[in-house]
């Protein structure tokens, strides 16, 4: 199964090489890779290099953090955006806008991947205050942190239209438009997430069981619920620094990898990581061929695509409770 997930993700890369608004062909990327393209070939191809990359990075942290998320909350509608990530990045660069002016894209990146950062520690900070109140009290923390920040862009959007502008797009969530500055700034961040999420990864099998059989088999819930929520934070955090707040990518495919693989979360994490990037890459195709010469932005594309699996998990919570 893993083999077939790499399979999937090289035919997507492959796509996304080849695919945009000047078609070309799979021998024209072969000849661009070894320098034998004539020139505008290859400027165009090389053209679509830093996408291709970010696709990669932040669709793997979004369905790393999706799968680390719902995992821990064990809640099968759980996102990327329920600590508040997406609205504390969202804040910070309206805010960064409106004191400065219009800044570009790859400098956006430096405003929201602290915004994102600090408001998934507010949301842990209030949500763990006063003792262990459990993950219930953690998912009202991040509501109400939401909610709190969302108001704030709100007021900003309107008392300065110029930022609201600006930041309509960019709250779409798209891939196009970054250099790989954008990918260098974020990678560090979403490499450590990466790297606890998947130390983690084996405790969580122990955390479905419930409280009381975890700690029977000798788990440290603690560590794993703790460890669980900060990778799934910073991983959010990075992603929609770098690409916007995309989303369903965090949502649905932790149900589709649970679909294909089973409920063992050594399994789901790894295959999350190829099937991530496989999903917001062929999106982002079809977000620049569909309505070609111009394109849509990714998350647009995302949201119909994660709009019927979200309905399915409704459904398959009401048939099992």
């Known amino acids: 199964m893993i083999g077939a997930g790499v399979a999937a993700l090289a ?24 320098g034998d393209a004539d020139g505008f070939t290859a400027t165009v191809v090389e053209s679509r290099y830093p996408r291709t990359v970010l696709g990669i990075v932040a669709g793997a942290a979004l369905a790393l953090s999706g799968t680390l998320m719902q995992g821990v909350t064990r809640n099968p509608l759980a996102d990327p955006g329920l600590l508040g990530v997406n609205a504390g990045a969202a804040a910070a660069v309206v805010t960064a806008t409106a004191v400065l002016g219009p800044t570009s894209v790859s400098a956006t990146v430096w405003w929201a991947l602290p915004g994102a ?9 209030v949500g763990s205050r006063g003792g262990d109140g459990g993950m219930v009290r953690l998912v009202l923390a991040g509501a109400v942190v939401s909610a709190v920040l969302t108001a704030y862009v709100q007021a900003v959007g309107l008392t300065f239209p110029e930022v609201f502008d600006g930041y309509r797009h960019w709250v779409v969530g798209s891939l196009g438009g970054r250099d790989f500055d954008v990918v260098v700034s974020v990678l560090p ?13 084996g405790g969580l099998n122990a955390l479905a069981l419930g409280e009381e059989a975890a700690v029977a088999t000798g788990a440290n819930t603690a560590w794993v619920r703790s460890g669980g929520l900060i990778a799934a934070t910073v991983l959010a955090a990075g992603a929609t620094a770098a690409a ?30 190829l099937a991530g990037p496989t999903l917001l890459l062929v999106a982002d195709v079809v977000a620049r061929t569909i309505v070609r010469p111009t394109e849509l932005m990714v998350g647009v594309v995302t949201a119909f695509v994660g709009a019927p699996v979200l309905l399915y998990a409704v459904r398959r919570m009401r048939e099992t409770t």
């Open 11 to 34: 035919g997507a890369v492959l796509l996304s090489l080849v695919l945009g608004s000047k078609p070309t062909t799979p021998l024209e990327v072969w000849r661009v890779l070894t």
């Open 117 to 125: 950062i600090l408001a998934g520690l507010a949301a842990h900070a």
């Open 189 to 201: 961040v979403v490499a450590v997430g990466a790297a606890l999420g998947l130390a983690v990864s």
């Open 244 to 273: 916007g707040p995309i989303a369903f990518v965090g949502l649905a495919v932790p149900h589709v990898v649970r679909a294909l693989v089973g409920v063992d979360f050594r399994v789901q994490v790894p295959f999350a990581l």
